[in-house]
Every structure is written in C-alpha cells, then in structure tokens.
C-alpha cells in the first residue's frame, strides 16, 4: 500500500494515527512530496501534480514493487489519480479520501489559489511574510487552526505538527497549492479500469462533501465509505477516519472483484 499525504503537511503527519493498524495487514510505504516535510524532494524545478506522481513511481519501482494499492488523502488524492493515469501497470487500486476532480470551483476558492500564485514570488525575499499568508490560507483550506489537527491548546502534538509544515519548502508548497487549484481529471478519471474507492468526510468544509460525492459519482462502480469527521479526520477523528478506510481496502482488494 502507496500512502500519499494531502498539501502543507507531512506523511508522518497525514498518517501517523493509522500507520499501526495498517501496517498490521499491508506493506505499508508513505514518503513526503516535493518540497513537503523534512524529507521530501528538494529538486529546482517548480511543484508540479504530475512530477509528484512520477516520483511516486520511481519509489515503487526502486522499491521493487510491481503494484500496490494507493490511498491518497486530499491533494494526495489527486496525486494517486495522476499516478493511475501517468502509470497504470503500477497501480492495483485507487482509494481517494477527502478529495475532487476539481478543487477551484467556487470564488473563494478561486481566490485563495490566486494568491498563493502571488505569494510565490515574494518568498524569497520576504519569506516571513509569505509564511503567514501561506499559514493563514493553510488555516483555512486545512482546518489547522481550528485546532482540528491536535485538539485544544498547544499540545506536544500540536508543536510537533507545525514544525512539520514549517520543515516544508516554503515556494513549494505555494506552488503546490497552486498546482491543486488548477488540477481537474474530470475529463478522464471516469476511465478508472481498477477498483476504486472514495472516502467522503460528511463534516468536511475543506473540500466540500458535495465535491467529494462528485467524484464517487464520475468512477465506475466505486465503493462509497463515509464517516463523521472534518479535513482533519485522519488525525483528530482517526478511529473514524481508519474504519472507513479498512472498509475501503477491503473492497479494493477482494480478490473476487470483477474489474
């Protein structure tokens, strides 16, 4: 299983309260993207959604592994549908959670990623003030500062979490942020020749619930699991987040599925 984590954060971040429970019934692989976390890429060239899902084929191959079932979460999720695209052979299985085929649709939307775009130039020389338009915007887009991430209160938890974005590449993850607001598989990702699954937050205002049962609706024959969590599921409501996600693998992964 190929775990690819959602914009701003890290894997360990994105994952670290299902890793346990996961890595009990699968070979579980999770890594950082361009420019994310402490150890991801660092390489010149500008983020891009597609070079993201190109290294995450070089990692299965270098890794040695022919397929793998690949759960990607928000940004991560285009990430996964990019992958499937760009390198069929390697993919057995999609699960997409908290994710679109579109992510810009409304005005404020819109909006957000425009300035990320402007952000991007100023962060080299005023990175300080990139960094809060970057946060201010991740707030919002994330939920981190509702304290959905780590609970209530400055928690060892909630320290360590901002230290991981914070060990991101600040232009890259403008880039990135940018890279999802114009990302849309809506013209393809009806082709999904393996089985698929979505997870839809029904508490999320991140990525609309409606946009998340928008892409259920373009796959052929998916596997539906909703629970009861915001954006940040994965960490502030994981005993949720992991039933749904279980449920997913399962369907995906029946060898009795006839694709």
Do not use: K
Not at 94 to 103: E, P, Q
């Amino acid at each position: 299983m190929l775990l690819l984590h959602g914009w701003t954060v890290s894997a360990d971040l994105n994952w670290c309260r299902v890793y346990a429970p996961l890595a009990e019934r699968f070979r579980v692989i999770a890594w950082d993207h361009h420019g994310h976390g402490a150890h991801g890429l660092r390489y010149r060239r500008r983020f891009r959604l597609e070079h993201c899902a190109d290294d995450a084929a070089a990692l299965l191959r270098t890794v040695g592994i022919d397929r793998a079932a690949v759960v990607g979460y928000s940004m991560g999720g285009a990430i996964a549908q990019l992958l499937w695209r760009r390198h069929p052979h390697l993919v057995s299985a999609l699960v997409l959670g908290a994710s679109a085929m579109r992510f810009g649709q409304t005005f404020t939307e819109r909006r957000d990623f425009a300035l990320m775009r402007l952000a991007t130039g100023p962060s080299v020389v005023l990175p300080g003030l990139s960094w809060r338009v970057a946060e201010r915007i991740a707030e919002r887009m994330t939920e981190a500062g509702s304290g959905a991430v780590g609970g209530s209160g400055a928690s060892d938890f909630d320290r360590w979490a901002v230290e991981e974005v914070r060990a991101g590449d600040l232009q890259r993850l403008l880039q990135a942020g940018t890279a999802v607001g114009r990302f849309d598989s809506s013209g393809w990702i009806g082709g999904l020749d393996v089985p698929g699954a979505v997870l839809v937050g029904i508490g999320d205002s991140v990525v609309p619930t409606a946009r998340q049962r928008q892409l259920a609706a373009a796959l052929p024959r998916p596997f539906v699991a909703e629970f009861a969590g915001g954006h940040a599921a994965p960490v502030s409501d994981p005993e949720l987040f992991l039933v749904a996600l279980l449920a997913a693998l399962d369907s995906v992964t029946d060898d009795r599925y006839d694709a």
